[in-house]
Nanobody, 124 residues
């Protein structure tokens, strides 16, 4: 089990950038697949991006591909989400999630550990 704490959310104008960070506790962080999900008001939580334990396998939802980049630093127990060219439809609470499996999974049901979320608001 890992404890996850997100940071880096905020208010930004359309076209701007933000970088989210997710700091994890525990000595086994490097064994976890990590992912970012988001949930907008009145909508279901959706997969945004995922990265496997060694950073080789990356996955993105189509709406963010080419704009968002997920990365991890296992020495710092941290995963990042660089978000560029932000759009108003990216507005949501963004959650960091972890699972002790090798692959990247799109369904939130696979993930065992979650952060508290960080709000991202993109104004038009």
């Amino acid at each position: 089990q890992v404890q996850l704490v997100e940071s880096g959310g905020g208010l930004v104008q359309a076209g701007g950038s933000l970088r989210l960070s997710c700091a994890a506790s525990g000595r086994t962080f490097s064994s976890y697949t990590m992912a970012w999900f988001r949930q907008a008001p009145g909508k279901e939580r959706e997969f945004v991006a995922g990265i496997n334990w060694n950073g080789i396998s990356l996955s993105y939802t189509p709406s963010v591909k080419g704009r968002f980049t997920i990365s991890r630093d296992n020495a710092k127990n941290t995963v990042y989400l660089q978000m560029n060219s932000l759009k108003p439809e990216d507005t949501a609470v963004y959650y960091c999630a972890a699972v002790l499996l090798r692959g990247v999974y799109y369904s939130s049901t696979y993930y065992s550990d979650w952060g508290q979320g960080t709000q991202v608001t993109v104004s038009s």
